[in-house]
Each structure stands twice: as structure tokens, then as C-alpha cells.
């Protein structure tokens, strides 16, 4: 198995910067991919950023040019750089990772996810 543990998340104005740390430990050199979610109230969680164990990148439009996603693979560690921050990117976000798909598929590898951090942005 995967735990994930989230931390980074708080208040800031409209504008403003905060970076999310995502520490992983168990299983990690069986995942792979790995990313960010979040789900603002009353809505789904929706991607953000994820990435893959070769390294390829993927953006939601909605944070492109503002966030960057990145991770130390020596510490097991996954961030999220979140610049511009909108009032919209309020939600609680939720770090993942999932084993590969085949594993997923046949009940021997998992999906996993993290408690969650608070992003509040006050405009």
C-alpha cells in the first residue's frame, strides 16, 4: 500500500503563492502516476495536475501557466507550486497515487489518497 500525507494548504489573498508538499511512503516504487485533485464545495473533485513515473505532465486548463507540479523522487515527495491564486481555487486539495493500471484493474495494485489540505483564497 501507499500513504500519503498532505501539507501546505492556508489563507491568501488573490494574488498570492502557496506551495503543497505531499510525502509518500509504503509501496512508492510501484506508482505510477501521481498527482494533484481538488473539490471546492458542492462540486467534484476534479484534477489539477498529475504526472507520470516517465515524467509527462498534465494540466487541467483551469491552473495552466499558474501551477507547476513537481516532485523529489529521492525523498518521495511531490509538490505543488500554486502562483496567481483566484478566489475559484478555493476547494480542498487531495494528493494521489495510483499503481499501474493493469494492477488497478486486476485488484492487485491500488488507488490511493490523502487527507486533504484547506487552499482558501479571499479576493
Known amino acids: 500500500q501507499v500513504q500519503l500525507v498532505e501539507s501546505g494548504g492556508g489563507v491568501v489573498q488573490a494574488g498570492g503563492s502557496l506551495r503543497l508538499t505531499c510525502e509518500a511512503s509504503g509501496r512508492v516504487l510501484n506508482i505510477a502516476r501521481t498527482g494533484w485533485y481538488r473539490q471546492a464545495p458542492g462540486k467534484q473533485r476534479e484534477l489539477a495536475a498529475d504526472?507520470?513515473?516517465?515524467?509527462?505532465?498534465n494540466y487541467a486548463h483551469s491552473v495552466k501557466g499558474r501551477f507547476t507540479i513537481s516532485r523529489d523522487n529521492a525523498k518521495n515527495i511531490l509538490y505543488l507550486q500554486m502562483n496567481n491564486l483566484q478566489p475559484e481555487d478555493t476547494a480542498v486539495y487531495y494528493c494521489n497515487a495510483q499503481e499501474p493500471p493493469w494492477e488497478i484493474q486486476d485488484g492487485t495494485g491500488g488507488h490511493y489518497w490523502g487527507q486533504g489540505t484547506q487552499v482558501t483564497v479571499s479576493s
Open positions: 504526472m507520470t513515473d516517465r515524467g509527462n505532465i
